[in-house]
C-alpha cells in the first residue's frame, strides 16, 4: 500500500476510536442534568444517586475521550502537512474557538462536577453540570463547522505564497455558517444524545434483569427512555434535512449513497443493494423514484447522478459509501421502532416485567455507536476524491517527506496503544457498572460476564 492509502487508514483508525466516546460525553451530561435536575426539583435522593453514578461513569468517557483526540492534531502535521498548510488559516480559528468557548468553559467546571458533591450546595453543582454539558455541546460545535467547511467552503479566498497555496478566512461568520454546518451539528448532536440514552437504557436494563437497584433502574430508564424516543424521532427529521443539503451541495455524494449512475433521470431509493460500479447498476429491494420523491416530492423528478461528473471527481468507492450509508439509515429506524416499543410497553405497564424487552436494550447499546461510525464514514468516504470540496484532492493533501514504513509503523504502535486503552476502558466501566449506583461493596468475585450468565442460566 502507499503513502496515501496507509495514511488514510491511520486517520480513520484514530478518529474512529476517539469518537466513541466524545458522543458518550454529550449525551451522558445531558441525562446528568435531567437526573440532577429532578433532583432539585423533587428533593428525591434517588436522582442524586443517579447523576452521582452516572458522573463517574461520565468522567471516564471524558478522560478517554481527550487523551485519543491529542493524537489527530499530531497527525495532521505528520501525515498531511500540505492539508494542514492549506486550512491551516479556517482550522486555527476554530480550534482557537474551542479552546475558548468550550475547553475553558468545561475545564472551569469539571472539578466541581467531579469533586463537589457534598462541598458546594446542590444548585452550585447544578450549575456546573450544566457548564460541562455546554463545553461539551461547544467543542462539538467546532469541530463540526470546522469538518463542515472541508464539505462546503465558504467565507474564504484562496491566497498563494510561492509556491504554496492556502485558503484565508474572509468572512468568519459565513465560514461558521458555511452550508452543511447547522445541518450537520443537529446531526452529530441527537446521534450523541441517543447514544448516552441508550447507554443509560443498557446499564439499568441489565440491573433490572439481575435483580439488583431495581426501583432506581426504573427511574432512569424511563429518563432514558424518554429522551432516546425524542432524538431519535428528531434524528430521522435531521437526516432527512442533511440529505436534502448534500444533494444541493454535493450532489456526487448524495449519489453514491444511493448509487444513482444516469446523469439526469429520476432516482430510486434502496432498501438494500448491492452496487456493481462496471456496471453501473445496483441490484437489490427498492422503492422506485423514490429519492426523487424525498428530494423533490415528485416520483418523476430527476436527480444528478455520477455520471454527470468526470471519471476524476466521482467517489471511488461507490459500493462502500452506498453500504455504510444505508446501514446506518436502517439501525436509525431499528432505534426508532424499539424506542416506540419501549414507550408502548411502558405505557401499557409491561416494560419492566418482560425480559426479552430489556435484554434487547441491554444489547443495543452497540446500534448507535455502529451507527455514529457509518455516517462518519459514508460522510467522508462520499466527498472523496477531495479532502476540501472541489478545492484540494486527497492525493495532493499528503506530507511530502514521510515513509510508507514509517506511517505503517505508526499505524502499528497505534493499534496496540489503543486496544489496550479500550481494554482497560472495558474493565474500568465493567467494576464501575458492578459497583452500581449505591457506595457498598460489589460481591467480590462477580462480574458483569458472570451475572450475564445466572440471567441466561435462569432463562
Same mark, same amino acid.
Given at each position: 500500500?502507499?503513502?496515501?492509502?496507509?495514511?488514510?487508514?491511520?486517520?480513520?483508525?484514530?478518529?474512529?476510536?476517539?469518537?466513541?466516546?466524545?458522543?458518550?460525553?454529550?449525551?451522558?451530561?445531558?441525562?446528568?442534568?435531567?437526573?440532577?435536575?429532578?433532583?432539585?426539583?423533587?428533593?428525591?435522593?434517588?436522582?442524586?444517586?443517579?447523576?452521582?453514578?452516572?458522573?463517574?461513569?461520565?468522567?471516564?468517557?471524558?478522560?478517554?475521550?481527550?487523551?485519543?483526540?491529542?493524537?489527530?492534531?499530531?497527525?495532521?502535521?505528520?501525515?498531511?502537512?500540505?492539508?494542514?498548510?492549506?486550512?491551516?488559516?479556517?482550522?486555527?480559528?476554530?480550534?482557537?474557538?474551542?479552546?475558548?468557548?468550550?475547553?475553558?468553559?468545561?475545564?472551569?467546571?469539571?472539578?466541581?462536577?467531579?469533586?463537589?458533591?457534598?462541598?458546594?450546595?446542590?444548585?452550585?453543582?447544578?450549575?456546573?453540570?450544566?457548564?460541562?454539558?455546554?463545553?461539551?455541546?461547544?467543542?462539538?460545535?467546532?469541530?463540526?463547522?470546522?469538518?463542515?467547511?472541508?464539505?462546503?467552503?465558504?467565507?474564504?479566498?484562496?491566497?498563494?505564497?510561492?509556491?504554496?497555496?492556502?485558503?484565508?478566512?474572509?468572512?468568519?461568520?459565513?465560514?461558521?455558517?458555511?452550508?452543511?454546518?447547522?445541518?450537520?451539528?443537529?446531526?452529530?448532536?441527537?446521534?450523541?444524545?441517543?447514544?448516552?440514552?441508550?447507554?443509560?437504557?443498557?446499564?439499568?436494563?441489565?440491573?433490572? @434483569?439481575?435483580?439488583?437497584?431495581?426501583?432506581?433502574?426504573?427511574?432512569?430508564?424511563?429518563?432514558?427512555?424518554?429522551?432516546?424516543?425524542?432524538?431519535?424521532?428528531?434524528?430521522?427529521?435531521?437526516?432527512?434535512?442533511?440529505?436534502?443539503?448534500?444533494?444541493?451541495?454535493?450532489?456526487?455524494?448524495?449519489?453514491?449513497?444511493?448509487?444513482?449512475?444516469?446523469?439526469?433521470?429520476?432516482?430510486?431509493?434502496?432498501? @438494500?443493494?448491492?452496487?456493481?460500479?462496471?456496471?453501473?447498476?445496483?441490484?437489490?429491494?427498492?422503492?422506485?423514484?423514490?429519492?426523487?420523491?424525498?428530494?423533490?416530492?415528485?416520483?418523476?423528478?430527476?436527480?444528478?447522478?455520477?455520471?454527470?461528473?468526470?471519471?476524476?471527481?466521482?467517489?471511488?468507492?461507490?459500493?462502500?459509501?452506498?453500504?455504510?450509508?444505508?446501514?446506518?439509515?436502517?439501525?436509525?429506524?431499528?432505534?426508532?421502532?424499539?424506542?416506540?416499543?419501549?414507550?408502548?410497553?411502558?405505557?401499557?405497564?409491561?416494560?419492566?416485567?418482560?425480559?426479552?424487552? @430489556?435484554?434487547?436494550?441491554?444489547?443495543?447499546?452497540?446500534?448507535?455507536?455502529?451507527?455514529?461510525?457509518?455516517?462518519?464514514?459514508?460522510?467522508?468516504?462520499?466527498?472523496?476524491?477531495?479532502?476540501?470540496?472541489?478545492?484540494?484532492?486527497?492525493?495532493?493533501?499528503?506530507?511530502?517527506?514521510?515513509?510508507?514504513?514509517?506511517?505503517?509503523?505508526?499505524?502499528?504502535?497505534?493499534?496496540?496503544?489503543?486496544?489496550?486503552?479500550? @481494554?482497560?476502558?472495558?474493565?474500568?466501566?465493567?467494576?464501575?457498572?458492578?459497583?452500581?449506583?449505591?457506595?457498598?461493596?460489589?460481591?467480590?468475585?462477580?462480574?458483569?460476564?458472570?451475572?450475564?450468565?445466572?440471567?441466561?442460566?435462569?432463562?
Amino acid at each position: 500500500m502507499d503513502v496515501e492509502i496507509l495514511s488514510r487508514i491511520q486517520f480513520a483508525f484514530t478518529i474512529a476510536f476517539h469518537y466513541i466516546y466524545p458522543p458518550l460525553s454529550i449525551g451522558l451530561g445531558l441525562l446528568m442534568v435531567i437526573m440532577e435536575s429532578q433532583y432539585i426539583r423533587t428533593g428525591k435522593k434517588e436522582y442524586e444517586t443517579l447523576a452521582k453514578f452516572w458522573t463517574k461513569i461520565f468522567g471516564l468517557t471524558f478522560g478517554v475521550g481527550v487523551a485519543t483526540g491529542i493524537v489527530m492534531e499530531f497527525e495532521f502535521g505528520t501525515n498531511w502537512a500540505t492539508y494542514s498548510r492549506f486550512v491551516g488559516d479556517v482550522f486555527g480559528s476554530a480550534l482557537a474557538a474551542e479552546g475558548i468557548f468550550a475547553f475553558a468553559l468545561e475545564s472551569g467546571f469539571l472539578g466541581i462536577l467531579l469533586f463537589g458533591w457534598n462541598r458546594v450546595k446542590p444548585w452550585v453543582h447544578l450549575v456546573s453540570t450544566v457548564g460541562v454539558f455546554a463545553g461539551s455541546m461547544f467543542s462539538a460545535i467546532w469541530i463540526v463547522v470546522a469538518n463542515s467547511w472541508q464539505q462546503t467552503p465558504a467565507g474564504y479566498h484562496i491566497v498563494s505564497t510561492g509556491i504554496e497555496t492556502r485558503a484565508e478566512i474572509t468572512d468568519f461568520w459565513a465560514m461558521v455558517f458555511n452550508p452543511s454546518s447547522m445541518d450537520r451539528l443537529m446531526h452529530v448532536w441527537f446521534g450523541a444524545f441517543i447514544a448516552g440514552a441508550f447507554l443509560v437504557m443498557s446499564v439499568h436494563a441489565y440491573y433490572l @434483569l439481575t435483580n439488583r437497584h431495581v426501583e432506581i433502574s426504573k427511574k432512569a430508564f424511563k429518563l432514558a427512555l424518554v429522551v432516546a424516543t425524542v432524538f431519535s424521532i428528531g434524528q430521522l427529521v435531521s437526516g432527512h434535512h442533511s440529505a436534502n443539503g448534500v444533494a444541493e451541495n454535493q450532489p456526487a455524494k448524495l449519489a453514491a449513497f444511493e448509487g444513482h449512475f444516469e446523469a439526469e433521470a429520476p432516482a430510486d431509493m434502496y432498501i @438494500l443493494g448491492w452496487v456493481d460500479k462496471e456496471e453501473q447498476k445496483v441490484t437489490g429491494l427498492k422503492m422506485k423514484g423514490g429519492l426523487s420523491f424525498l428530494l423533490h416530492y415528485d416520483f418523476d423528478t430527476p436527480v444528478t447522478g455520477l455520471n454527470a461528473f468526470p471519471e476524476d471527481e466521482r467517489p471511488p468507492a461507490v459500493n462502500a459509501v452506498f453500504q455504510f450509508y444505508h446501514i446506518m439509515v436502517t439501525i436509525g429506524m431499528l432505534l426508532i421502532a424499539l424506542t416506540l416499543l419501549g414507550c408502548f410497553m411502558w405505557w401499557r405497564g409491561k416494560l419492566f416485567n418482560r425480559p426479552w424487552i @430489556l435484554w434487547i436494550f441491554t444489547i443495543a447499546v452497540l446500534l448507535p455507536q455502529i451507527s455514529n461510525q457509518l455516517g462518519w464514514f459514508a460522510a467522508e468516504m462520499g466527498r472523496q476524491p477531495w479532502v476540501v470540496y472541489g478545492l484540494l484532492r486527497t492525493t495532493d493533501a499528503l506530507s511530502v517527506s514521510v515513509s510508507e514504513n514509517q506511517v505503517l509503523f505508526s499505524l502499528i504502535l497505534f493499534f496496540v496503544i489503543y486496544s489496550i486503552l479500550f @481494554l482497560l476502558f472495558l474493565y474500568l466501566l465493567d467494576k464501575k457498572i458492578r459497583h452500581g449506583p449505591y457506595s457498598e461493596i460489589p460481591d467480590e468475585g462477580r462480574s458483569l460476564q458472570s451475572d450475564m450468565a445466572d440471567v441466561v442460566s435462569r432463562k
